[in-house]
Nanobody
Framework: QVQLVESGGGLVQPGGSLRLSCTAS????????MGWYRQAPGKQRELVAG???????NYADSVKGRFAISINNSKNTVYLQMNSVKPEDTAVYSC???????????WGQGTQVTVSS
Protein backbone atom coordinates (compact mmCIF):
# COMPACT_ATOMS: atom_id res chain seq x y z
CA GLN A 1 0.00 0.00 0.00
CA VAL A 2 1.15 3.50 -0.85
CA GLN A 3 0.56 6.55 1.31
CA LEU A 4 0.95 10.18 0.29
CA VAL A 5 1.23 12.81 2.99
CA GLU A 6 0.95 16.48 2.07
CA SER A 7 2.02 19.49 4.07
CA GLY A 8 2.45 23.21 3.68
CA GLY A 9 -1.06 24.43 3.02
CA GLY A 10 -2.63 27.35 4.81
CA LEU A 11 -3.65 30.97 4.55
CA VAL A 12 -1.54 33.35 2.48
CA GLN A 13 -2.05 36.91 1.33
CA PRO A 14 -2.34 37.78 -2.35
CA GLY A 15 1.11 38.18 -3.84
CA GLY A 16 2.64 35.94 -1.21
CA SER A 17 4.32 32.56 -1.42
CA LEU A 18 3.65 29.08 -0.15
CA ARG A 19 5.45 25.76 -0.54
CA LEU A 20 3.61 22.47 -0.60
CA SER A 21 5.32 19.12 0.01
CA CYS A 22 4.13 15.60 -0.59
CA THR A 23 6.01 12.51 0.53
CA ALA A 24 5.19 9.04 -0.66
CA SER A 25 5.83 5.94 1.43
CA UNK A 26 4.95 2.28 1.44
CA UNK A 27 5.16 -0.32 -1.30
CA UNK A 28 6.27 1.90 -4.15
CA UNK A 29 7.26 -0.21 -7.11
CA UNK A 30 8.49 2.71 -9.18
CA UNK A 31 7.60 6.34 -9.68
CA UNK A 32 6.55 7.36 -13.16
CA UNK A 33 5.33 10.81 -12.20
CA MET A 34 4.16 12.94 -9.31
CA GLY A 35 2.29 16.17 -9.20
CA TRP A 36 -0.56 18.27 -7.95
CA TYR A 37 -4.22 18.75 -8.76
CA ARG A 38 -6.51 21.29 -7.20
CA GLN A 39 -10.23 21.71 -6.79
CA ALA A 40 -11.99 24.89 -5.84
CA PRO A 41 -15.57 24.94 -4.56
CA GLY A 42 -18.01 24.53 -7.41
CA LYS A 43 -15.27 23.87 -9.95
CA GLN A 44 -13.83 20.83 -11.62
CA ARG A 45 -10.56 19.37 -10.48
CA GLU A 46 -7.66 20.59 -12.58
CA LEU A 47 -4.06 19.58 -13.01
CA VAL A 48 -1.78 22.24 -11.57
CA ALA A 49 1.63 20.74 -12.29
CA GLY A 50 3.19 17.37 -12.95
CA UNK A 51 6.72 16.06 -13.20
CA UNK A 52 7.95 12.74 -14.51
CA UNK A 53 10.81 10.74 -13.06
CA UNK A 54 12.78 11.83 -16.10
CA UNK A 55 12.23 15.48 -15.28
CA UNK A 56 9.56 16.36 -17.84
CA UNK A 57 7.32 19.07 -16.44
CA ASN A 58 3.95 20.48 -17.36
CA TYR A 59 1.94 23.29 -15.82
CA ALA A 60 -1.57 24.59 -16.08
CA ASP A 61 -1.57 27.82 -18.09
CA SER A 62 -3.00 29.67 -15.10
CA VAL A 63 0.09 29.00 -12.98
CA LYS A 64 2.91 29.19 -15.53
CA GLY A 65 5.58 31.63 -14.41
CA ARG A 66 4.29 31.65 -10.83
CA PHE A 67 4.46 28.05 -9.62
CA ALA A 68 7.39 25.67 -9.76
CA ILE A 69 7.31 21.92 -9.25
CA SER A 70 10.32 19.85 -8.26
CA ILE A 71 10.98 16.32 -7.13
CA ASN A 72 13.47 14.65 -4.84
CA ASN A 73 13.54 11.07 -6.09
CA SER A 74 15.67 9.83 -3.20
CA LYS A 75 13.05 11.07 -0.73
CA ASN A 76 9.99 10.22 -2.86
CA THR A 77 8.92 13.81 -2.32
CA VAL A 78 7.42 16.34 -4.69
CA TYR A 79 7.27 20.05 -3.98
CA LEU A 80 5.13 22.87 -5.32
CA GLN A 81 6.54 26.34 -4.84
CA MET A 82 3.72 28.81 -5.22
CA ASN A 83 4.70 32.43 -5.79
CA SER A 84 2.66 35.54 -6.55
CA VAL A 85 -0.46 33.72 -5.45
CA LYS A 86 -3.89 35.04 -6.35
CA PRO A 87 -7.31 34.60 -4.74
CA GLU A 88 -8.25 32.31 -7.62
CA ASP A 89 -5.52 29.91 -6.47
CA THR A 90 -7.68 29.11 -3.45
CA ALA A 91 -8.48 25.41 -3.54
CA VAL A 92 -7.80 22.03 -2.01
CA TYR A 93 -4.50 20.83 -3.45
CA SER A 94 -4.04 17.09 -3.77
CA CYS A 95 -0.83 15.27 -4.53
CA UNK A 96 -0.74 12.28 -6.86
CA UNK A 97 1.78 9.59 -7.67
CA UNK A 98 1.70 7.46 -10.79
CA UNK A 99 3.51 4.19 -10.25
CA UNK A 100 4.36 0.90 -11.85
CA UNK A 101 4.26 -0.54 -15.31
CA UNK A 102 0.51 -0.07 -15.73
CA UNK A 103 0.53 3.39 -14.18
CA UNK A 104 -1.56 3.17 -11.02
CA UNK A 105 -2.51 6.51 -9.49
CA UNK A 106 -2.35 7.14 -5.77
CA TRP A 107 -3.70 10.23 -4.04
CA GLY A 108 -3.05 12.26 -0.94
CA GLN A 109 -5.79 13.50 1.33
CA GLY A 110 -5.50 17.08 0.15
CA THR A 111 -4.37 20.30 1.77
CA GLN A 112 -6.30 23.56 1.81
CA VAL A 113 -4.71 26.67 0.32
CA THR A 114 -6.55 29.92 0.91
CA VAL A 115 -5.40 33.17 -0.66
CA SER A 116 -7.02 36.11 1.05
CA SER A 117 -6.17 39.43 2.63
Amino acid sequence: QVQLVESGGGLVQPGGSLRLSCTASGSIFSINAMGWYRQAPGKQRELVAGITSGGRINYADSVKGRFAISINNSKNTVYLQMNSVKPEDTAVYSCYLNSGGIGVNYWGQGTQVTVSS
